[in-house]
Protein backbone atom coordinates (compact mmCIF):
# COMPACT_ATOMS: atom_id res chain seq x y z
CA UNK A 1 0.00 0.00 0.00
CA UNK A 2 1.31 3.30 -0.43
CA UNK A 3 0.41 5.97 1.42
CA UNK A 4 -0.09 10.11 0.28
CA UNK A 5 0.86 13.04 0.87
CA UNK A 6 -0.46 15.88 0.22
CA UNK A 7 2.49 19.14 0.79
CA UNK A 8 0.49 22.66 1.00
CA UNK A 9 2.25 25.67 1.46
CA UNK A 10 0.89 28.19 4.07
CA UNK A 11 -1.72 30.89 2.56
CA UNK A 12 0.37 34.53 2.66
CA UNK A 13 0.40 37.20 5.23
CA UNK A 14 0.28 41.03 4.39
CA UNK A 15 3.76 41.20 4.36
CA UNK A 16 4.97 37.88 2.36
CA UNK A 17 8.02 39.45 -0.27
CA UNK A 18 9.00 41.93 2.38
CA UNK A 19 11.00 40.85 5.07
CA UNK A 20 11.81 36.83 6.52
CA UNK A 21 9.18 35.27 8.78
CA UNK A 22 11.39 32.39 9.86
CA UNK A 23 10.04 30.82 13.42
CA UNK A 24 8.26 34.16 14.13
CA UNK A 25 5.41 33.48 15.79
CA UNK A 26 2.54 36.19 15.55
CA UNK A 27 2.27 35.96 11.88
CA UNK A 28 -1.19 35.22 10.86
CA UNK A 29 -2.84 35.23 7.39
CA UNK A 30 -3.68 38.34 5.46
CA UNK A 31 -7.16 39.10 4.45
CA UNK A 32 -6.26 37.61 0.87
CA UNK A 33 -4.43 35.10 2.66
CA UNK A 34 -7.44 34.04 4.15
CA UNK A 35 -9.46 33.64 1.27
CA UNK A 36 -6.74 31.81 -0.40
CA UNK A 37 -6.88 29.49 2.45
CA UNK A 38 -10.89 29.01 2.47
CA UNK A 39 -9.91 28.83 -1.09
CA UNK A 40 -8.03 25.80 -1.16
CA UNK A 41 -9.93 24.09 2.21
CA UNK A 42 -12.88 23.73 -0.27
CA UNK A 43 -10.39 22.22 -3.39
CA UNK A 44 -9.05 19.55 -0.66
CA UNK A 45 -12.91 18.81 1.13
CA UNK A 46 -13.49 15.72 -1.22
CA UNK A 47 -10.22 14.60 -1.70
CA UNK A 48 -10.02 11.85 1.63
CA UNK A 49 -7.89 13.17 3.72
CA UNK A 50 -7.03 11.27 6.92
CA UNK A 51 -4.85 13.34 9.23
CA UNK A 52 -3.71 16.86 9.04
CA UNK A 53 -0.39 17.97 10.43
CA UNK A 54 1.02 21.60 10.47
CA UNK A 55 4.03 23.73 11.16
CA UNK A 56 3.86 25.40 14.48
CA UNK A 57 3.80 29.00 12.98
CA UNK A 58 0.68 30.50 13.44
CA UNK A 59 -0.06 30.98 9.87
CA UNK A 60 0.45 27.53 8.85
CA UNK A 61 -1.90 26.73 11.62
CA UNK A 62 -4.70 29.01 10.00
CA UNK A 63 -4.34 27.44 6.96
CA UNK A 64 -4.33 23.74 8.29
CA UNK A 65 -7.19 24.92 10.05
CA UNK A 66 -9.61 25.87 7.37
CA UNK A 67 -8.64 22.73 5.54
CA UNK A 68 -9.49 20.78 8.71
CA UNK A 69 -13.06 22.40 9.15
CA UNK A 70 -13.89 21.88 5.00
CA UNK A 71 -12.57 17.99 5.58
CA UNK A 72 -14.81 17.33 9.09
CA UNK A 73 -11.76 16.50 10.96
CA UNK A 74 -11.57 17.92 14.53
CA UNK A 75 -7.66 17.60 15.34
CA UNK A 76 -4.99 19.32 13.88
CA UNK A 77 -1.21 18.17 15.02
CA UNK A 78 1.29 20.14 15.36
CA UNK A 79 5.00 18.30 15.06
CA UNK A 80 8.62 20.47 14.70
CA UNK A 81 9.03 18.32 12.00
CA UNK A 82 7.62 20.51 9.47
CA UNK A 83 8.34 23.46 10.99
CA UNK A 84 10.15 26.51 9.38
CA UNK A 85 13.78 26.75 8.50
CA UNK A 86 15.40 27.81 11.75
CA UNK A 87 16.68 31.19 10.34
CA UNK A 88 18.68 32.47 13.73
CA UNK A 89 19.46 35.86 13.37
CA UNK A 90 17.92 36.41 9.92
CA UNK A 91 14.56 35.77 11.08
CA UNK A 92 12.06 38.92 11.13
CA UNK A 93 15.20 41.00 8.99
CA UNK A 94 13.83 42.12 5.63
CA UNK A 95 15.08 41.47 2.70
CA UNK A 96 16.53 44.89 2.11
CA UNK A 97 18.63 44.63 5.10
CA UNK A 98 19.60 41.20 4.39
CA UNK A 99 20.84 41.64 0.96
CA UNK A 100 23.38 43.58 2.53
CA UNK A 101 24.70 40.69 4.52
CA UNK A 102 27.25 38.41 2.28
CA UNK A 103 26.31 35.28 4.36
CA UNK A 104 22.59 35.72 3.44
CA UNK A 105 23.80 35.96 -0.51
CA UNK A 106 26.28 32.80 -0.06
CA UNK A 107 22.86 31.26 1.42
CA UNK A 108 21.40 31.96 -1.66
CA UNK A 109 24.15 30.71 -3.62
CA UNK A 110 25.24 27.35 -1.95
CA UNK A 111 22.33 26.33 0.23
CA UNK A 112 23.61 22.70 0.32
CA UNK A 113 27.16 23.86 2.32
CA UNK A 114 25.38 27.47 4.33
CA UNK A 115 24.17 27.72 7.94
CA UNK A 116 22.18 30.40 9.34
CA UNK A 117 23.53 32.55 11.69
CA UNK A 118 22.40 30.71 14.70
CA UNK A 119 20.23 28.82 12.74
CA UNK A 120 19.85 25.34 10.09
CA UNK A 121 21.42 23.96 7.25
CA UNK A 122 19.39 23.02 4.33
CA UNK A 123 20.88 19.39 5.34
CA UNK A 124 19.31 19.68 8.31
CA UNK A 125 15.88 20.95 7.71
CA UNK A 126 15.71 18.32 4.78
CA UNK A 127 16.65 15.37 7.16
CA UNK A 128 13.99 16.24 9.49
CA UNK A 129 11.04 16.68 7.35
CA UNK A 130 12.30 13.22 5.31
CA UNK A 131 12.28 11.56 8.06
CA UNK A 132 8.88 12.55 9.61
CA UNK A 133 7.46 11.42 6.08
CA UNK A 134 9.07 8.15 5.99
CA UNK A 135 7.84 7.62 9.65
CA UNK A 136 4.56 8.46 8.86
CA UNK A 137 4.18 6.45 5.93
CA UNK A 138 4.91 3.43 7.81
CA UNK A 139 2.08 4.85 10.47
CA UNK A 140 -0.71 5.95 7.70
CA UNK A 141 0.21 3.05 4.93
CA UNK A 142 -2.91 3.54 2.08
CA UNK A 143 -4.07 6.97 3.26
CA UNK A 144 -4.16 10.77 2.32
CA UNK A 145 -2.84 13.40 4.42
CA UNK A 146 -2.29 16.96 4.56
CA UNK A 147 0.88 18.15 5.94
CA UNK A 148 1.01 21.99 6.19
CA UNK A 149 4.17 23.71 6.18
CA UNK A 150 6.50 26.58 4.57
CA UNK A 151 8.13 26.73 0.93
CA UNK A 152 11.71 25.94 1.65
CA UNK A 153 11.04 22.64 3.81
CA UNK A 154 8.67 21.53 1.30
CA UNK A 155 11.43 22.42 -1.83
CA UNK A 156 14.06 20.36 0.49
CA UNK A 157 11.94 17.34 0.78
CA UNK A 158 11.11 17.66 -3.47
CA UNK A 159 14.62 18.21 -4.11
CA UNK A 160 14.93 14.52 -2.05
CA UNK A 161 12.35 12.73 -4.07
CA UNK A 162 13.58 13.94 -7.06
CA UNK A 163 17.10 13.41 -6.28
CA UNK A 164 18.38 17.13 -6.88
CA UNK A 165 20.99 18.93 -5.11
CA UNK A 166 19.89 21.50 -2.55
CA UNK A 167 20.78 24.02 -4.45
CA UNK A 168 18.12 23.48 -7.27
CA UNK A 169 15.59 24.99 -4.99
CA UNK A 170 15.53 28.15 -7.24
CA UNK A 171 14.04 26.08 -10.09
CA UNK A 172 10.91 25.73 -9.19
CA UNK A 173 7.80 27.14 -7.44
CA UNK A 174 6.27 26.50 -3.85
CA UNK A 175 3.42 29.10 -4.22
CA UNK A 176 1.66 30.73 -1.09
CA UNK A 177 -1.67 28.16 -0.63
CA UNK A 178 -0.17 25.65 -3.33
CA UNK A 179 -0.67 21.98 -2.99
CA UNK A 180 2.67 19.67 -3.99
CA UNK A 181 1.40 15.49 -4.06
CA UNK A 182 4.22 13.00 -3.04
CA UNK A 183 3.63 9.15 -2.66
CA UNK A 184 5.67 7.19 -0.39
CA UNK A 185 6.13 3.13 -0.29
CA UNK A 186 8.24 1.08 1.32
CA UNK A 187 10.93 3.78 2.10
CA UNK A 188 10.18 5.06 -2.04
CA UNK A 189 9.34 7.95 -2.56
CA UNK A 190 7.93 9.50 -6.10
CA UNK A 191 6.38 13.11 -6.56
CA UNK A 192 2.96 13.02 -8.03
CA UNK A 193 1.97 16.61 -8.26
CA UNK A 194 4.46 19.87 -8.11
CA UNK A 195 3.06 23.64 -7.01
CA UNK A 196 -0.61 23.27 -7.93
CA UNK A 197 -2.42 26.95 -6.91
CA UNK A 198 -5.41 27.69 -4.94
CA UNK A 199 -8.08 28.14 -7.12
CA UNK A 200 -10.46 30.84 -8.00
CA UNK A 201 -13.76 30.77 -6.24
CA UNK A 202 -15.64 29.39 -9.97
CA UNK A 203 -12.72 26.92 -10.36
CA UNK A 204 -12.84 24.75 -7.39
CA UNK A 205 -12.16 20.99 -8.21
CA UNK A 206 -10.84 18.49 -6.64
CA UNK A 207 -6.91 18.12 -6.74
CA UNK A 208 -6.73 14.79 -8.10
Request: overall charge neutral.
Amino acid sequence: MTATFLLVRHAAHDRLGQFLAGRTTDVSLGTAGKKQAERLAAQLAGEGIASIYTSPRRRTRETAGAIAAAAGLAEVTRTEALDEVDFGAWSGKTFETLQSDPLWRQWNSVRSRVRAPGGETMSDVQRRVTQFVETLAKAHDGRKIALVSHADVIKALVCHVLGLSLDAWPRFEIAPASVSAVAASGGDMKLLMLNRGAPEQDEIQPIF
